[in-house]
Structure formats: structure tokens, C-alpha cells
């Protein structure tokens, strides 16, 4: 983020608008909007600037949009040029005006017309009724501080609130009915009970998060993450949640499973709206089930999200089909490392014709998975893929035969989760060649 997000009031203050034509004038309404007390001149003098709390450019002399930032920004006062972001303190954004709900969005200057095209799908999805929402809210703020100090406690009776009927009057134009439902609303028991959400973050990429994990984001109190979670889904929280890390690596654990099934638990019996964030699925070698048995014994109330799996994202993105017609008619999903550290797979339904294997974790139990596959029966030439941080943008894969890949594995990961698949399918993605035999490997990374 290159610039500050701020609002600043100007109830009343000067501001100094330098220039003339449509684009001066547009800044000059939208200042006066705001309580602006506007100075509009053609040409430019350093004593216009005293007083001022803002001062923008549009529409003047060169000489004089240049002077305009220099003797703005001398002085500490923020400068705006229009179009000429060399000469901006501050970027002007594009506006979406709810009042009193006000949302800005900026390109940092260097698409306009792209933040402009942002704004416009913002006020096709937020109509003008949320305004009076915002302010029915604000009518009960000063009473709601002083019934529930504790600021978890009122966020999540006015999240219920503004989501209610209360909310569903006020879009309709039954504003007095509106304030009746609002103060009844807030007016129940708040000691909210708290909730776990079992949230499958997908493979990395924020968006690749389910617009319902997303939203559950936005609302959690705490999020309880692992390490296969990507900043980007992260950044989608709310700024004020608290953030648990609780990630495990193999034969390296933060936190023992069971001492994250007892924290879900104690979080929530706070009170806490928690999302426990798990990447990829969360009931697809997420050990999701053990935690929802543990909040089942607890008594605990859970939601579970789904995500998108490893399997699915690491295969779309290296153009592999799962199934296909003539090559495979079956996907087998299996873990290569269980809580005992050996592989445990029916390795006669893993190499049966016509199926695909997706293995997670199986780098470190290759030798062994291409042991048992060979001995069940699987052609020694059949393709296979490695594919390590799958679905993100630093997704790599190395190609080739199980003998080959069992060879070249542990030289070639960097650490991040790989996922292996397996079967003739492999051989029909988007530019794979097919595998050659184990005595001529063909590996591609």
C-alpha cells in the first residue's frame, strides 16, 4: 500500500481551488459537499495558500500548477494536481457517497479511469439505502457504549442488528418501523454465544477464498491459522481480529492437535466468533473431522466452509484434467503421510486402469508409495507430476516417470506443500509430453 487511506473533515476550513473548467468545478462541488469553504482562482499567488487546510490544481497554467505544489507542500498544506501525480502530496479518489457512509477508491494515480470503474460497480452493490442505515445506527451509538463497554460484545449486537429486520425496513422506506426494530434488536440479551467456523482458505490465492469465508472473515473475532494460509487471505480479515498462528510441518508442530481442539473450544465458550483458516479443504486431510468432533463433544456450535482442494487447484493450474473420457474414470485422494508416518493405501485400487492418484504430503514417503505401486501392478512408464505451493502464483512442477520423480525429489522441493499426482491422465495435460521409461527419465521443472 503506497498511500495512507484518511478522510479529512473541512467543515468549515479553506480550501484553495486553482484553475477553471469542468474538472475544477466538479472538485469544487464535491469540496463544498463536505463543508468546504471553496476559493476558486484562475492564476496562482503564494498568499492564497494562507489559511488553507487543502489546496488542488485543475485546469491551470503549467507555471502555476507547479508553483501550486511547491508552495503547498512548504508548507505542510496537502496539495492535489489533477492527472499530474508527480506534483501530489495526496491522491484524490474516486467516491461513492452514502452519507454518511463514504467509500474511496485510488489507483495510487496511475489508472483513474480503472478506480473510477471500481466506484461504479461499488454503487451498483451498495445502494443508496445503506446511508440510512449507517445513520439509524449512529442514532443508538452513544446508548449501545454505555450498555455493552466491552467492544466484541457491541460489534456483534450491531452485526446482528444491521443484518436483521431492522435493516430489511429501512431498505424498504419504513423508516419509523426501522428505529422500532433497531432498538428491540439491540435491546435483547447480547451475550452473544460464541461460534467456530471451519474455513477452508483454498490453495493461496485470496481469490480463490469463497465469498462466504470471506465474508465469515470480516466478521471473526479471532482467526486460528496454519501455515498453508497465504497473506493475501489473511489480508481479507478484519484489521482488529486477533490472530492465532497454529501451523504444523512435518515432525514440527506449533501446537499439538489436541491443544488446538481445546483452544477452539475455550475461545468460543469466550464468547469469540472464531474462524479456524485451513488451507485448501478443511475436511480433505485437514484434520477439520478431528476438530469438529472435539466442538461436537464440547457442545460448541460450528459451521463448516468449504475450499477449494490442493488436488483441484494444483491440477487446473497446470492444465492436468482429474478425469477424462478415455484415460480416467476414477480419482483416488490419499495421503502420504498418516499420524503413524507410513503411507497406509490400498496400493491395488491405487494402480488400477482408468484412475488418478493425488497424494498430499508424499514427498518424504516416495520411494515407499512407488514401491507398492509398482508391486500392485502399475506400468513403471506411467506419468506423474510433482507440484509444489499448488494454485498460487509461485506454483512449480517437475515431470516425469515415479522413478524418476522418487530420484530427483529431495533436491529439487524448496520446503512448500507438493502434491503428487498420478495415471495416464497426467500425460494428457496442456503441454505435457508423455513420460518416457525409467531408463530415459523425462524430467521437466
Given at each position: ?5 484518511i ?7 479553506a ?18 459537499a463536505?463543508?468546504?469553504e471553496v476559493?476558486m482562482?484562475?492564476a496562482?499567488d ?6 488553507c487546510a ?6 491551470a ?5 507547479r508553483a501550486?505544489?511547491a508552495?503547498a507542500q512548504a508548507r505542510g498544506?496537502?496539495v492535489?494536481?489533477?492527472d499530474?501525480?508527480?506534483l501530489?502530496?495526496f491522491?484524490?479518489p474516486?467516491v461513492?457517497d ?6 474511496a477508491?485510488s ?12 466506484r461504479?460497480r ?5 445502494p443508496p ?6 445513520a ?6 452513544d446508548e449501545?457504549?454505555r450498555?455493552?463497554?466491552d467492544?466484541?460484545?457491541?460489534r ?6 444491521l443484518?436483521g ?6 431498505f ?19 451475550r452473544?454465544?460464541?461460534?467456530v467456523?471451519l474455513?477452508?482458505?483454498?490453495p493461496g490465492a485470496?481469490?480463490?477464498?469463497t465469498l462466504r469465508g470471506?465474508?465469515l472473515?470480516g ?5 486460528v491459522h496454519d ?6 487471505v489473511?489480508d ?6 486477533e490472530?492465532?498462528y ?13 491443544e ?5 473450544v ?8 472464531v474462524?479456524r483458516l485451513?488451507g485448501?479443504?478443511p475436511?480433505?486431510?485437514g484434520r477439520?473431522?478431528?476438530e469438529?468432533?472435539?466442538?461436537e463433544?464440547a457442545g ?6 468449504p475450499?477449494?482442494t ?9 492444465r492436468?484434467p482429474?478425469t477424462?473420457?478415455?484415460?480416467s474414470?476414477?480419482?483416488?485422494l490419499v ?18 486402469p482408468?484412475t488418478t ?14 514401491e ?10 506411467t506419468?506423474a ?16 516417470t515415479?522413478?524418476?520423480?522418487a530420484?530427483?525429489?529431495p533436491?529439487w522441493t524448496r520446503?512448500?506443500p507438493?502434491l503428487?499426482?498420478?495415471?495416464e ?5 496442456a503441454g505435457?509430453?508423455a ?9 521437466a521443472g
Amino acid at each position: 500500500m503506497r498511500h495512507y487511506p484518511i478522510f479529512l473533515d473541512l467543515r468549515g476550513r479553506a480550501v484553495l481551488v486553482l484553475g477553471a473548467g469542468e474538472a475544477a468545478e466538479r472538485k469544487a462541488a464535491l469540496l463544498r459537499a463536505a463543508g468546504a469553504e471553496v476559493r476558486m482562482e484562475p492564476a496562482f499567488d503564494a498568499a492564497m495558500l494562507d489559511g488553507c487546510a487543502l489546496a488542488i490544481g485543475a485546469g491551470a497554467a503549467e507555471d502555476d500548477l507547479r508553483a501550486l505544489s511547491a508552495a503547498a507542500q512548504a508548507r505542510g498544506i496537502p496539495v492535489n494536481v489533477v492527472d499530474r501525480p508527480e506534483l501530489c502530496s495526496f491522491i484524490s479518489p474516486a467516491v461513492v457517497d452514502r452519507d454518511p457512509v463514504t467509500v474511496a477508491v485510488s489507483s495510487g494515480g496511475a489508472a483513474p479511469v480503472l478506480a473510477r470503474m471500481i466506484r461504479a460497480r461499488i454503487e451498483a452493490a451498495v445502494p443508496p439505502a445503506f446511508g440510512r442505515l449507517a445513520a439509524l445506527a449512529g442514532a443508538f451509538k452513544d446508548e449501545l457504549r454505555r450498555r455493552l463497554p466491552d467492544i466484541a460484545a457491541r460489534r456483534r449486537v450491531l452485526e446482528r442488528a444491521l443484518a436483521g429486520r431492522a435493516a430489511e425496513l429501512v431498505f424498504a422506506g419504513r423508516e419509523a418501523e426501522a428505529r422500532d426494530a433497531f432498538a428491540a434488536e439491540i435491546g435483547e440479551d447480547a451475550r452473544a454465544e460464541g461460534m467456530v467456523f471451519l474455513v477452508g482458505a483454498g490453495p493461496g490465492a485470496a481469490d480463490l477464498l469463497t465469498l462466504r469465508g470471506q465474508r465469515l472473515l470480516g466478521e471473526a473475532d479471532v482467526i486460528v491459522h496454519d501455515r498453508l494460509v497465504g497473506d493475501g487471505v489473511l489480508d481479507l480479515a478484519r484489521r482488529d481480529a486477533e490472530r492465532i498462528y497454529v501451523g504444523k510441518a512435518r515432525a514440527n508442530h506449533c501446537l499439538k492437535q489436541e491443544e488446538i481442539n481445546a483452544l477452539l473450544v475455550r475461545l468460543a465458550r469466550a464468547g469469540r466468533r472464531v474462524v479456524r483458516l485451513k488451507g485448501g479443504d478443511p475436511f480433505v486431510f485437514g484434520r477439520g473431522g478431528e476438530e469438529a468432533e472435539a466442538l461436537e463433544e464440547a457442545g460448541i456450535p460450528y459451521e463448516v466452509v468449504p475450499g477449494v482442494t490442493a488436488a483441484l487447484a494444483c491440477a487446473a493450474q497446470a492444465r492436468i484434467p482429474l478425469t477424462h473420457r478415455e484415460a480416467s474414470r476414477a480419482l483416488m485422494l490419499v495421503t502420504g503421510h498418516t499420524k503413524h508416518g507410513a503411507p497406509d493405501i490400498d496400493f491395488a485400487a491405487a494402480a488400477r486402469p482408468g484412475t488418478t492418484l493425488a497424494v498430499y504430503m508424499g514427498v518424504a514417503t516416495l520411494p515407499r508409495l512407488r514401491e507398492g505401486l509398482f508391486a500392485a501392478g502399475l506400468p513403471r512408464a506411467t506419468p506423474a507430476v510433482l507440484i509444489e505451493a499448488g494454485g498460487s502464483a509461485a506454483q512449480r512442477e517437475l515431470r516425469g516417470t515415479l522413478d524418476a520423480l522418487a530420484e530427483a525429489a529431495p533436491g529439487w522441493t524448496r520446503g512448500g506443500p507438493v502434491l503428487l499426482l498420478v495415471g495416464e491422465v497426467v500425460g494428457r495435460g496442456a503441454g505435457f509430453a508423455a513420460a518416457e521409461p525409467a531408463s530415459e527419465p523425462a524430467l521437466a521443472g
